[in-house]
């Protein structure tokens, strides 16, 4: 079987993973929180995206109002719920993000149910790249550009800018930051803020993508997790990467008899295999 | 904190006031039409449903919930109102398992009714019969439709999948079909199984594409769709899994080289406007009972009852179609017990003697009986995307699926 056009398939879901894992990681690296609501805050974007969009407003309003929603309910925890956690441990703090998580989850499940159908597409998924005999829609494409623009624009902030100083710092060690005088709720929830607005734009493309469903879209981050494992969390590069492999891997595995019925614990097995043979001491982060 | 605490909780109550029920349009027709509202001694029934989880599968018993609120405020059952106990399985065999026993032997129901679920059936069909309690409920996997106590209203996606093969085999030209479906138990053998076993006797072959209900790669299940080079895709999945699919297929551009064609789980309204013009005349799927806007007194009244009683946002789909006509008889058979002797022994037994019911909302009768099992709904339609809507393709047929042969003996022995 010509299993090419799968692994162009897999760069479509790859980018779905790329996106999702580089949003996990992003304010991990800024404020050192493990971020499970990423998924969730997008999703909640989306949806008011689909509201507006069902009135009639343009929609470069509808999606700029799917993007503010996300970002303020980003910022809103970054700003008021975050700081009680503040010296507890990164474990805790994840936590808390899945608890915000199910929190919005609950809200969008309560507003706007499953019982109607809806999808959510984007003036890209017109348009369309031929790889391997498959077409690749923009949409798709753009994720994949979105994942590494992500990249780039969160290495510049940390390494070029002064915010992006304190920001490491803040990663590294709060009580440290607080003590040479970072003012780390501000920094913190400007770290939000941006996550805020990262989780807005991909919720518009992985509710095109992959479907406008709250518990869909707030769960992929647990792929995305295993994309993150593969940069260690810490690598934004090698997250997108691990993500692209991960996508990769599970559309390829549909062709294979067996593979099909357990292709979706290919991320996971992938991240499994990476920290057993490359793990070593770098993965103490994982522990934290 | 608590400004945003207030804003959220305001926000919540905004949106459950716009969810409020909307204003009676027509006066419908339930129970004994008294106008009397209900105040005796409530008559707890039970319904479970997969609401929170991969989909929403709550349209049944939001449905009969209208149906006995109408009750209740037309003098409920002889005086006494029902109190419909509807609960969320999350999609979890362990909860399904939990809640019912709850339904079961805390709230002590008489019934089950209009109950929806994946996990639901296998989970509980042994507590039913251990503590005789009839179901009505829509049936979507095998377990439903082979316990004694489990009576779906539906056909269940077995029926409706061999009738839509049956319409395509005789009017689109079918002769290979690529049977997409999720690895969920029940699904794969009983469903996408018994097609190829239906298509052996009719000259169609069937092959199988299995794909993890997790998966959020769609492409890829459809690609795999097209490599064995079927004719007719069939889709197997609820409303979600069907966008998700179908979106993935006009991505590549596949509608106009193959068949798309679905169970009735395909025929939810808005369905053919959520999914775009892309799919006008190229989707298609069965109908479990006669047309959404149909004009027929029961269908016309369902809608009514809707309007006046349930929300809004209620879905008014094939499910709540069924949900409705399964609130319809338990009230009709409830009506004519005595009302003090209502108990779950004797609204069992009235349940099992439940025969001949007929409406323009089914293609055929519908029955209850004494059989080990129930499948008494196996007459149906079709219909295809249409303009924003869904356009019914032809009259009601029978559906002749091998699995059939020992309801049909049953039937013709007198169990109708």
Redesign the interface.
């Known amino acids: 079987?010509n299993l090419l056009?799968?692994v162009a398939?897999?760069i479509?879901?790859g980018s779905?993973y790329a996106l999702a894992g580089v949003g996990l990681v992003v304010l991990y690296r800024s404020s050192g929180t493990l971020n499970f609501a990423f998924g969730a805050l997008g999703a909640i974007g989306a949806y008011c995206t689909w509201s507006i969009l069902q009135v009639g407003i343009p929609p470069a309003i509808a999606w700029a109002a799917g993007i503010a929603v996300a970002t303020a309910l980003s910022f809103?925890y970054g700003w008021?719920?975050a700081p009680l956690l503040r010296h507890r441990d990164r474990a805790v703090r994840a936590i808390g993000t899945l608890g915000f998580a199910l929190f919005i989850l609950g809200?969008t499940?309560?507003?706007w149910?499953?019982?109607?159908?809806?999808?959510l597409?984007l003036p890209t998924?017109k348009m369309?790249a031929m790889i391997f005999s498959?077409?690749v829609?923009y949409t798709r494409l753009l994720a994949l550009l979105l994942a590494l623009g992500m990249v780039g624009a969160i290495a510049l902030l940390l390494a070029r800018t002064r915010l992006g100083l304190s920001m490491r710092a803040l990663a590294a060690d709060r009580n440290i930051s607080s003590l040479i005088g970072i003012r780390v709720v501000r920094v913190d929830a400007i770290a939000w803020l941006v996550s805020g607005v990262f989780a807005g734009v991909a919720g518009l493309l992985l509710a095109d993508?992959?479907?406008l469903?709250a518990?869909?879209l707030t769960?992929?981050v647990i792929?995305a997790i295993a994309a993150a494992i593969f940069g260690r969390l810490q690598s934004l590069a090698a997250t997108a990467l691990g993500g692209l492999v991960a996508?990769i891997t599970?559309?390829v595995l549909?062709?294979v008899p067996v593979g099909?019925?357990?292709?979706?614990a290919a991320p996971f097995v992938l991240a499994l295999l990476f920290i057993t043979l490359f793990g070593g001491r770098r993965t103490a982060v994982l522990h934290e | 904190m608590r400004r945003l605490a207030s804003f959220l909780a305001a926000a919540l109550s905004l949106a459950m006031v716009a969810l409020a029920t909307a204003p009676a349009s027509a006066k419908p027709d339930c129970g004994l039409n008294n106008g009397k509202p209900a105040t005796g001694e409530p008559i707890p029934i039970g319904s479970i449903n997969g609401i929170t989880g991969p989909d929403d599968f709550s349209a049944s018993a939001r449905a009969a919930d209208a149906y006995f609120k109408c009750v209740n405020a037309n003098g409920g059952i002889n005086g006494r109102p029902i109190k419909y106990l509807i609960v969320d399985d999350q999609w979890r065999p362990d909860v399904a398992s939990q809640v019912a026993t709850k339904l079961v032997k805390d709230d002590k129901v008489v019934a089950m009714i209009g109950s929806n679920s994946i996990v639901e059936c296998l989970a509980n069909a042994g507590l039913y019969e251990r503590e005789n309690v009839m179901v009505i409920d829509i049936g979507v996997v095998h377990e439903c439709f082979t316990s004694k106590n489990i009576v779906p209203f539906n056909q269940g996606p077995r029926l409706s999948g061999v009738g839509m093969l049956r319409y395509a085999a005789d009017h689109l030209g079918t002769k290979k079909v690529a049977c997409v479906a999720w690895n969920l138990p029940g699904v794969v053998d009983w469903l996408c199984g018994g097609f190829a076993a239906w298509g052996k006797k009719h000259g169609v072959t069937v092959q199988n594409v299995i794909i993890d209900p997790s998966s959020s790669d769609y492409t890829s299940a459809m690609l795999q769709a097209a490599a064995l080079k079927p004719d007719t895709i069939l889709l197997t999945f609820t409303k979600g899994g069907h966008i998700q699919s179908l979106a993935a297929a006009e991505e590549q551009d596949m509608g106009s080289k193959y068949k798309f064609v679905s169970l009735a789980s395909g025929y939810v309204v808005g369905l053919p406007e959520t999914i775009g013009k892309y799919w006008d005349g190229k989707f298609w799927t069965q109908l479990e009972f006669t047309p959404l806007d149909g004009t027929g007194p029961d269908n016309k009244n369902w809608l009514e009852i809707m309007d006046a009683y349930g929300n809004k946002s209620d879905p008014r789909d094939t499910f709540s179609q069924g949900g409705y006509l399964a609130a319809k008889v338990a009230t009709q058979v409830l009506l004519k017990l005595d009302p003090a002797k209502i108990d779950r022994a004797t609204v069992s037994d009235a349940l099992r003697a439940v025969r001949d019911v007929r409406s323009d909302m089914m293609c055929g009768p519908w029955y209850i009986g004494n059989g080990k099992r129930h499948n008494a709904n196996h007459a149906g339609m079709v219909a295809v995307a249409s303009k924003g809507g869904w356009a019914p393709k032809g009259n009601c047929f029978e559906i002749d699926d091998p699995e059939l042969d020992d309801i049909i003996a049953a039937e013709k022995a007198g169990a109708k």
């Open positions: 079987m056009p799968f398939a897999g479509g879901l779905v809103a008021l719920i809200c499940g309560l507003i149910g499953e019982a109607v159908p809806r999808r597409t998924d369309y498959v077409r829609t993508l992959v479907a469903n518990t869909f769960f992929l792929p996508g599970e559309a549909i062709a099909s019925f357990y292709r979706s």
